[in-house]
Nanobody, 116 residues
Framework: QVQLVESGGGLVQPGGSLRLSCVAS????????MTWYRQAPGKQRELVAS???????NYADSVKGRFTISRDNAKNTVYLQMNSLKPEDTAVYYC??????????WGQGTQVTVSS
């Protein structure tokens, strides 16, 4: 069992920045693939960015060049730096961990609202 706790969401004006954090339990965090998803009202959950245990990253086209995913294995933490935020980035952002066994775990989500 892996527990994930997200933080860092909030209200920000268009063009602003936020950094989300997700702290994971477990002693083998370095082997997890970590992914950020988001879900806007009335829409399906979508992948935002992922980072493999080797550090390879992948981004949704809609956030490329604006968002950066990173991880600190010493702190069991994955980050999502979000710059140049747009109203369409408004959503609940979820952290996901996928283990080598294939098991998936989810955090409770953190709300990001981009509005003037």
């Amino acid at each position: 069992q892996v527990q994930l706790v997200e933080s860092g969401g909030g209200l920000v004006q268009p063009g602003g920045s936020l950094r989300l954090s997700c702290v994971a339990s477990g002693s083998i965090f370095s082997t997890y693939t970590m992914t950020w998803y988001r879900q806007a009202p009335g829409k399906q959950r979508e992948l935002v960015a992922s980072i493999s245990r080797g550090g390879s990253t992948n981004y949704a086209d809609s956030v490329k060049g604006r968002f950066t995913i990173s991880r600190d294995n010493a702190k069991n933490t994955v980050y999502l730096q979000m710059n140049s935020l747009k109203p369409e980035d408004t959503a609940v952002y979820y952290c996901n961990s996928r283990l080598l066994t294939g098991a998936n775990y989810w955090g409770q989500g953190t709300q990001v609202t981009v509005s003037s």
